[in-house]
């Protein structure tokens, strides 16, 4: 914002231009008097995914150009949600569980056809 | 003898062990299934919700090996071979119902929270939506937004970056919901709404609420699944003396 204790009450225009159309438009607000509550402009109705540049003018001073560029929406739907990766403690439970159960079916099977006493 | 009545005496304490440790597996999986955090929306709406089927499991595997441990050690004692066998039977095959319950737990849990994008999307897609699973998404949401003081899966800029549900019927008025915004602590009425709306990070929270989520739905799966593994590595232990102890019976 321009800076409250030169400019404070004084009309600005803010100047932004969208590229690559160089359509132009303005807003017109006051400077806030100092001490300022609120140290910011909100510039609303803009475009996705394009640059704009912008400036303040106020009286015959100009500021210099600041450009940015508005992001770009993603649809949600194209978040991919599959099994990115297994943990290591899935792996190490599924492993010792697995072969557990076999050593121990084996164990029962063998325990209960050749040791009769 | 005394090596018959040594090995009976190990399987009856091995057994006392195992009992105990089956009665503290099925309490824990009691405090999973309540799901005193409230987030089971989140996996129940995604139909990923093996966490909390692996916690019913093990509360009736839990008290299974309770009651089949007890049996064990009066069959010990009883040193009979076809008491000890039933035992053996029964035990094997509550421990494969056991180890289904650790396994699907720890696998359901890399699908739900592995990354954030499974969250974040169904943020995106049911957050303000009128459908019933959009109720019970939007109501979680708001609980974990205000409770943790978070916004977004992994950030505000989620809203911002990605179309929503929420947007589509909201957008006009505001990027992302009043729960990010920050709150005070006497009336609960927000701070500084203007500024929220915009985007001033002093009037919103910043931070994800994916770690928030991931943290408790961990702690979920490590009860049931962990401390299933590790009762299930003491029951195969119990087994195999008990094999050993069946073999040495006349």
Known sequence: MPDCSIYGNQSVLLLYTEAPTNLNNTVNFTVQPCPVSQSWYLLGNLKNGTTYSMSYKIGNDTSSVLTNTTTNVNDYQQIDTGLRARSGAMVVITVILSLAMVFLLVGIILVFFFFSG | MGAVTCLMVTVVGLNAIAAAAGLALSAVAIWVAVDGYKLYPISGVSGKDDIFAGAWIAIFTGFAFFLTCIFGIFAALKRSRALMLVYLIIMFII???????????????????????????????????????????????????????????????????????????????????????????????????????????????????????????????????????????????????????YTQLP
């Open chain 2, 95 to 245: 421990f494969l119902f056991e180890s289904a319950s650790a396994i699907t737990s720890a696998t359901n849990r890399d699908y739900l929270v592995g990354n954030s994008n499974l969250v974040k999307k169904q943020m995106l897609q049911y957050y303000a939506d009128s459908s019933t699973q959009g109720q019970q998404i939007t109501m979680t949401w708001n609980n974990v937004m205000t409770q943790v003081q978070c916004c977004g899966a992994d950030g505000p800029t989620d809203w911002i970056q990605y179309n929503s549900t929420y947007r589509q019927l909201f957008g006009a008025a505001s990027l992302w919901p009043l729960g990010c915004c920050k709150r005070q602590s006497s009336n609960f009425e927000v701070v500084d709404p203007i500024g929220c709306k915009a985007g001033v990070t002093s009037s919103m929270f910043t931070q994800g609420c994916f770690q928030y989520i991931e943290s408790v739905l961990s702690r979920y799966t490590w009860a049931v699944s962990w401390y299933g593994f590790s009762v299930l590595m003491l029951v195969f232990f119990t087994l195999v003396i008990a094999m050993i102890y």
